[in-house]
């Protein structure tokens, strides 16, 4: 296989958000890609130049919390030249004990990046869970703007969308390129 185009950055404090990665890198694989993994902690944010395809894991804590290693970014995420950048964002959460901020670190993610020129990619369908509100979700609340797991409540659900997403991913990826 050849160098990556692809890189998964995730932020996670209790490894649930890098092991949904290692999960979405694998599939990749299945479909012949290589993809290389990062903790946002380890690396410089020059890292995105690096890579055409940037796949950016987070999970919201408690009430709408940003997990602490984006959160640090804050602001310099949207200082970003990522213009010919796609970007795939996929959230972890609880839709139950956290109805009201399920996902919200995601939306906060993507609206710290949507000024930077990129392309995002990978909207996920809201069908199928539960939950009052999301800033990650799109303007009609029809979809996430990225893939939407709860591993507390749906888990058994996780290795399927996973599987989804990634395929889906890849057909939007390819027209892009096109």
């Keep these: 296989m050849n160098t990556p185009s692809i890189a998964l950055i995730y932020g996670t404090d209790t490894s649930n958000t890098e092991e949904v990665g290692i999960k979405i890198v694998q599939q990749w694989g299945e479909l012949g890609e290589d993809v290389a993994i990062y903790n946002i902690k380890d690396v410089d944010l020059s890292i995105f130049e690096d890579y055409s395809t940037l796949i ?31 970007i795939a964002l996929y959230g972890l959460g609880d839709q139950f004990g956290y109805a009201d901020y399920f996902l919200d670190a995601m939306g906060w993610l993507y609206e710290k990046l949507k000024t930077t020129g990129a392309t995002f990619i990978g909207q996920w ?31 058994e659900l996780t ?17 892009l390129m096109e």
């Design 56 to 86: 950016l894991g987070i999970p919201t804590w408690d009430f709408g919390g940003i997990q602490s290693d984006w959160e640090v970014l804050g602001d310099t995420l949207s200082t970003l030249s990522l213009d010919d950048k796609t």
């Design 125 to 155: 369908p809201t069908e199928g869970y539960e939950f009052e509100a999301s800033q990650a979700c799109t303007e009609d609340k029809m979809h996430f703007v990225g893939l939407a797991i709860d591993e507390d409540q749906q888990f």
């Design 159 to 175: 290795d399927q969308r996973v599987e989804q997403w990634v395929i889906q991913l890849y057909a939007e990826r390819a027209v």
